[in-house]
């Protein structure tokens, strides 16, 4: 009787390896009865079951090659071909679940984040995406642009970093209504 992962059958002497990208469930069978993985599995030989591609990897070959763990601002969910970039306007903290969360008002993420980034100084960051609704398949969709709103303070106005909108400079607005006046 052969191992578990590999066949004989027919009359053979010797057992063989089931091959790479495949499993091999009867090890009487002459072929061992041999299948293909299927996509999000995969196996280096010697198999009688298919692996399947952990969270936090993308395996996209059924033999093995090419799996690679996901990068910091991706992530996969156990059995996925590929990792899943996080998309702009917001971040995704762990590359091994689907936790995508929405940046605050006043932050923003361009994409591959696993943190927003406070809206600097001068500027408004008013959140404009959900990251339940994006339109990828829109030719004319700005990865920059679309997911957050940042806008440079209008003359007179000011914000600290971290602002999701401009306020009136107080002083300067009093200036020009005195000097309106007269």
């Known amino acids: ?15 063989y390896p089931c091959p790479r990208g495949y499993h091999c469930p009867d090890t009487s069978d002459a072929f061992g009865g041999q299948q293909a993985c299927t996509h999000g599995t995969f196996s280096m030989g010697r198999a009688a079951v298919c692996t399947t591609c952990p969270a936090g990897w993308g395996c996209p070959r059924i033999d093995g090659a090419g799996n690679a763990k996901c990068i910091p601002g991706t992530y996969s969910v156990q059995g996925q071909t590929s990792c ?3 998309p702009a306007g917001s971040f995704c903290p762990h590359t091994d679940q ?7 008002a006043g932050s923003y ?3 591959y984040a696993v943190a ?3 809206c600097p100084a001068g500027f408004a960051c008013a959140l404009s995406y959900s ?6 398949t829109d030719s004319n ?3 920059t642009t679309d997911y957050v709103n940042t806008t440079a303070c209008a003359p007179g106005t000011y914000s600290v970093e971290g602002a999701d ?3 009136r400079d107080r002083k300067k607005h009093t200036s020009e209504l005195q000097s309106q006046i007269g």
């Not at 009787?1 to 010797?14: K, L, V």
């Open 98 to 104: 689907a936790v995508v969360t929405a940046c605050p």
């Open 1 to 15: 009787s052969c191992p578990a992962g590999s066949f004989s059958g027919g009359g053979m002497e010797f057992c």
């Open 109 to 111: 993420a361009l994409g």
């Open 131 to 136: 990251p339940h609704t994006p339109n990828h």
């Open 116 to 118: 927003c980034t406070p």
């Open 165 to 167: 909108d401009c306020t």
């Open 141 to 143: 969709f700005n990865q």
């Open 84 to 86: 899943t970039a996080c």
